[in-house]
């Protein structure tokens, strides 16, 4: 698969984990789970681009 694409599918993870941080850290001003969830992006879209070469692999 092309890297661009894979690129692409990995970012997919990122608004299911923007969603996720609202449910678990509540905040009225919106500020921390805005940081918490672009912190686990940070995390989880170099692991979901890893994990999609190794299944095509």
């Given amino acids: 698969m092309h890297p661009l694409v894979r690129a692409l599918l990995a970012f997919g ?3 299911l984990l923007l969603a996720l941080s609202f449910v678990l850290v509540p905040d009225p001003t919106g500020t921390t789970p805005i940081l918490v ?3 686990g992006s940070l995390v989880a879209v170099p692991v979901a681009y ?8």
Avoid: F, K, Y
């Fill in 13 to 15: 993870v990122v608004p």
């Fill in 37 to 39: 969830g672009l912190g």
């Fill in 50 to 57: 890893l994990a999609i070469g190794r299944a095509e692999a």
